[in-house]
Every structure is written in C-alpha cells, then in structure tokens.
C-alpha cells in the first residue's frame, strides 16, 4: 500500500470516528445543544481537528442525514423493482411501510433530518454537501412520484401531478412523524405512530383512489 493510499484510509477512518461520536452526542443532546466540543470529547479528539474533516456542526450533522436519505432511496428502488409484482391495493402499503422502515433504521437523526430541511441550517454546508442532499432527496421524490405514475396510467388513482401526490405523501409522513414526536416529549410512553400512520395513509389513498362513473363497473380487487 503506497504512501498517499495510507494517508486517504487514516482520513476515512478518522472520519468516520467523528462521525460515530458526533451521531451519539446528536441522538443524547439534540442538534440544539450539542456543540463541536461534546463531539470533540466523545470522539476523544481536538475541537481543532474536527474542523480539519467539517466546517461546522450544521455540516456534520448533514453528512450523518445523507445515511437516512441513502436508505430511503433503497428502500424507494426495492418498491419500484418489485412493483410487477404488487396488486393494485398495495402500492400506498408498501410506500407507508417503507418510509416507517426508514424511521425505526434512525428515528433521531431522521426526526432531526426534518427539522434540518426546514431550517436555515442548509444555507451554512457546503455547495458539495447540499447538492448531495438535494439530488438524494429528489431521487426520492422522484421514485415516489413513479408509483403515483403507474397508478395513474392504470386508473387506479386519481389524474393528479404525481410529484404533487409523492410530495402530499412525504408531508403526510413527516407530519405525522413530528407530531407523534412532539407528544412524546410530554409523555414518554405515548408512542402511536405506527397505528397513527395507518389511519392517515388509509385515508390518503382513499382520497386519490380514481372513482368510476356509476354506469363503469369498478376495476381493482
């Protein structure tokens, strides 16, 4: 192994500790109040050197975000492979099941994903940073919108934008998510979102289930 092969393995390594520590502090502290230092000592480094790998904790904490968003979109592709395969009924099932997959992969980072997207928090990363959040989070719209597509093209939904529906589904979820969140903080041991989000999809998909005229006989199941 040469000289600059060594050196770029010792920095992933590196890396990667930081970014161990850095997902402990976030999950106990919060991005709120956790700081470069507690990462720092959890890390058992130097604030100065965590600098070296992020300019900042909004950066840091972003670069822990893409693993959601990676997964998500594994998820997303696995959907759309198997789509053949899936009855008409199934499609909104399996989009719900998979985005509930990707909250019990990471609930924290994911709930702190969406308060990150919906701050100001991404004005502060790098150009690099932000074009890999956003052309990850694009893909997932995009592979959202294909199962709305052919669920259009069949009649089973509605004929409505299909990224205006995949983004009314991902409004739904992350609503729901933050707001089953929100009351957990009150009471630890309320925990609803599962029952919460089968209610909510249920209705969803009823809502942009195409209905035919009285005199077509239905199709579907």
């Given at each position: 192994?040469?000289?600059?092969?060594r050196?770029?393995?010792?920095?992933?390594r590196?890396?990667?500790?930081?970014?161990?520590?850095?997902k402990?502090?976030?999950?106990?502290?919060?991005?709120?109040?956790?700081?470069?230092?507690?990462?720092?000592?959890?890390a058992?480094?130097?604030?100065?050197?965590?600098?070296l790998?992020f300019?900042?904790?909004?950066?840091?904490?972003?670069?822990?975000?893409?693993?959601?968003?990676?997964?998500?979109?594994?998820r997303?592709?696995?959907?759309i492979?198997?789509?053949?395969?899936?009855?008409?009924g199934?499609?909104?099932?399996?989009?719900?099941?998979?985005?509930?997959?990707?909250y019990?992969?990471?609930?924290?980072?994911?709930?702190?994903?969406?308060?990150?997207?919906?701050?100001?928090?991404?004005k502060?990363?790098?150009?690099q940073?932000l074009k890999?959040i956003?052309?990850?989070?694009?893909?997932?719209?995009?592979?959202?919108?294909k199962?709305?597509?052919?669920?259009?093209?069949?009649g089973?939904?509605?004929?409505?934008?299909p990224i205006a529906?995949?983004g009314?589904?991902w409004?739904?979820?992350s609503?729901v998510?933050?707001?089953e969140?929100?009351?957990?903080?009150?009471?630890?041991?309320?925990?609803?979102?599962?029952?919460?989000?089968?209610?909510?999809?249920?209705?969803?998909?009823?809502?942009?289930?195409?209905?035919?005229?009285?005199?077509?006989?239905?199709?579907?199941?």
């Open positions: 192994m040469g000289i600059q092969e050196k770029k393995r010792e920095r992933e590196r890396r990667q500790q930081i970014m161990v520590a850095a402990r502090v976030f999950s106990e502290k919060g991005l709120n109040k956790a700081t470069m230092e507690d990462i720092a000592k959890e058992e480094l130097s604030p100065g050197t965590l600098y790998y300019k900042n904790k909004d950066e840091l904490f972003s670069s822990l975000s893409l693993r959601i968003l990676q997964y998500l979109n594994i997303l592709e696995h959907i492979s198997s789509e053949r395969e899936l009855k008409e199934e499609r909104i099932t399996a989009l719900k099941e998979a985005m509930y997959d990707v019990e992969f990471d609930p924290v980072m994911l709930i702190n994903m969406f308060h990150l997207q919906s701050s100001e928090t991404l502060n990363l790098s150009p940073l890999n956003r052309d990850l989070s694009q893909s997932s719209i995009r592979a959202t919108a199962l709305f597509t052919d669920g259009i093209e069949n089973t939904f509605v004929d409505e934008h529906l995949a009314i589904a409004a739904l979820f609503g998510v933050l707001w969140e929100s009351k957990r903080i009150i009471d630890e041991e309320k925990n609803y979102l599962k029952e919460t989000l089968d209610v909510a999809f249920e209705i969803f998909e009823r809502g942009i289930r195409r209905r035919p005229p009285p005199d077509e006989p239905s199709g579907g199941e």
